[in-house]
């Protein structure tokens, strides 16, 4: 199996031969994990600013929409991941280079 390239290396490579996405997808969903928790801890707080019920009612509803805001990204990035992996296994099937 031949070695994977570094992520910086990968990057330069502009005839885009060496594929990214799965050595980024880690970070990519941390990311989002680590915007949608500050997204709600702001929500939080602005509604703490104006009363103690708009800040609670910001808290369940910020929960709420973390909830599915992860969810839809873990599928959204398993999806990727079930792409590449298709092709992967396409291009093995036809005899071809791995991409």
Do not use: H
């Not at 509803?61 to 973390?66: E, I, Q, R, T, Y």
């Amino acid at each position: 199996m031949p070695e994977e390239k570094g992520v910086f290396v990968s990057l330069s490579d502009f005839s885009f031969k060496e594929v990214v996405t799965r050595q980024i997808i880690g970070w990519l969903y941390g990311i989002t994990l680590l915007a949608g928790g500050i997204s709600v801890v702001v929500l939080v707080f602005n509604g703490l600013q104006q009363s103690p019920a708009q800040g609670l009612l910001a808290l369940v509803f910020g929960l709420v929409c973390l909830f599915v805001w992860v969810l839809y990204a873990r599928v959204a990035l398993e999806v990727v991941i079930v792409l590449f992996q298709i092709a992967e296994n396409t291009a093995r099937m036809a005899g071809g280079r791995n991409p």
